[in-house]
């Protein structure tokens, strides 16, 4: 729809190509204490679009499965704008998910990131081609891999992205170190590219 140049940023070159009314919604599942989890639903559609910038309405829903007390759940409503050019980094990093206090209570972060390319010679860096199988249908993905040491610990970032779905990003993960199941994993569970 707009012109693609190297300065473009790629979350807003995603959202650039989708129509308005373009949706993604994503899950994430994070066990929080022993026996108790934080399911966050995040969903995003695309409300304005124009030269300098794409304008989502974002809707996250968090709730808490498990543990001796119930928590009401709890939702957030949003507009974000997303830059047709990124603005300089303040820091290179990584990654988005949701979080929970001993309350139950929720929120959301975001680490607005640096381009997941891999670097030829960084052997923390890798990347490929799989068919993820996202809301019932065979799509192709490029991934990511980057690892990175955190306080001591060992810590892998994965994402796979699709031109198919809005917004561009189909699954992410974060593990630590052995075979440990991921710390967060987010999933795509239905989208809509007009």
């Known amino acids: 729809m707009f012109p693609d140049s190297p300065d473009r940023d790629d979350a807003y070159r995603s959202w650039s190509t989708c129509g308005l009314g373009s949706s993604v919604t994503t899950e994430d599942r994070r066990e929080i204490v022993p026996g108790m989890t934080m399911i966050s639903s995040t969903s ?3 409300c304005a679009l124009d030269a300098e910038k794409a304008t989502l309405d974002m809707v996250v829903r968090n709730r808490v499965e498990g543990g001796p007390t ?3 759940p709890t939702e957030i409503l949003q507009e974000i704008e997303i830059p047709a050019v ?4 303040a820091s290179a990093g990584h990654g988005s998910g949701s979080g929970a206090e001993a309350d139950g209570s929720g929120g959301i972060w975001e680490v607005t ?9 960084d052997p923390t860096e ?3 081609e799989e068919m993820l199988v996202i809301a019932g249908r ?3 993905c490029r991934w990511f891999e980057h690892t990175t040491d955190v306080g001591g610990r060992r810590l892998v970032l994965k994402v796979w992205l699709s031109d198919q779905i809005p917004g561009g990003r189909a ?3 974060v593990r630590g170190d052995g075979d ?9 569970v239905s989208f809509l590219k007009k």
Do not use: C, D, H, W
């Open 86 to 89: 990124r603005p300089p980094p």
């Open 180 to 188: 440990a199941p991921p710390a967060l994993t987010t999933v795509v």
């Open 44 to 46: 995003l559609t695309l």
């Open 171 to 173: 699954r992410s993960e």
């Open 113 to 121: 990131p640096a381009p997941l390319q891999a670097g030829p010679k």
């Open 138 to 140: 065979s799509i192709p």
């Open 70 to 72: 119930e928590f009401p």
């Open 126 to 128: 890798k990347n490929g």
